[in-house]
């Protein structure tokens, strides 16, 4: 079998990119060039920001499918395989909200699914692969979809931050997290990373609580991510937001009426 295909083949750690290195802080960069880019795109011409922003939402819908596709055609596709993770069940999120945007879910896009991705590039699961192989290549990718279209959707007024809105995003993970957690416990698996903390993560810090109490540790990381996000309704000046180095691009667009807009 041709090994950029090779899912089965036991990876010495010497063969992964590696966490943190070269090869992966060299594409982080390349990663956010290209989100400011599609930013300023879709600010500047709302046109074509619109036909990138439901693209990337394809792109990304296709590379899950493909991915799931393709480990079905080698057996591969078990149990550990499922479309569990908060990453690839957003991509169906996301085209929900393409079809029929929506406060709420555009919310829990703007709170949950947008960091996840983020965290997701910054610490991946999937390190321990070459850098050219399938896995590491669509597992960059479909983050890049998962950063890129949450970035246009802001871009065009499509997702408006509204912290009013947050308690009923975190009912909704909790309502999806729950039924993952139970069936992590049945399955042995660690989907949503409910079951033991992924290692090389801000996670693996909260691992001497054990199993449950590490997951004690999602409640500072999320509250850290929601200060950076909500900035600016929180009551905290957009010029002391920068000097904490928040990124331009989590300011709503004051001159569209998106259709996430408050009802």
């Not at 619109?50 to 990304?60: D, E, N, P, T």
């Amino acid at each position: 079998m041709n090994k950029f295909f090779d899912f089965t083949a036991n990876q010495p750690a010497s063969a992964g990119f590696g966490r943190f290195s070269a090869a992966h802080l060299s594409l982080l960069p390349v990663f956010a060039l290209l989100l400011v880019g599609a930013f300023l795109l879709c600010r500047k011409r709302p046109g074509p920001g619109r036909a990138l922003s439901r693209a990337a939402v394809w792109l990304g819908l296709l590379t899950e499918l493909g991915r799931g596709a393709l480990l079905l055609a080698l057996g591969l596709y078990d149990r550990g395989r499922l479309p569990l993770h908060l990453c690839t069940l957003s991509v169906y999120l996301y085209f929900l909200h393409m079809l029929r945007p929506g406060p709420t879910l555009g919310q829990f896009i703007y709170a949950f699914s947008l960091p996840g991705a983020a965290f997701a590039l910054v610490f991946p699961d999937w390190a321990d692969y070459p850098l050219w192989h399938f896995v590491s290549l669509s597992s960059f990718l479909l983050h890049f979809f998962l950063l890129l279209y949450p970035v246009t959707a802001l871009a065009l007024g499509d997702i408006r931050p509204d912290i009013r809105r947050l308690p009923r995003s975190i009912a909704l993970m909790l309502a999806m997290a729950l039924p993952v957690w139970a069936l992590d416990r049945l399955l042995d698996t660690n989907y949503m990373f409910l079951n033991w903390p992924p290692a090389g993560t801000p996670l693996e810090l909260f691992a001497p609580l054990g199993r449950p109490g590490y997951l004690l540790g999602f409640i500072p990381l999320a509250l850290a991510v929601w200060l950076l996000l909500y900035l600016k309704q929180l009551g905290i000046s957009e010029k002391k937001g920068e000097k904490m180095g928040i990124f331009f691009f989590f300011k709503e667009n004051p001159g569209t009426k998106g259709r996430d807009a408050p009802s």
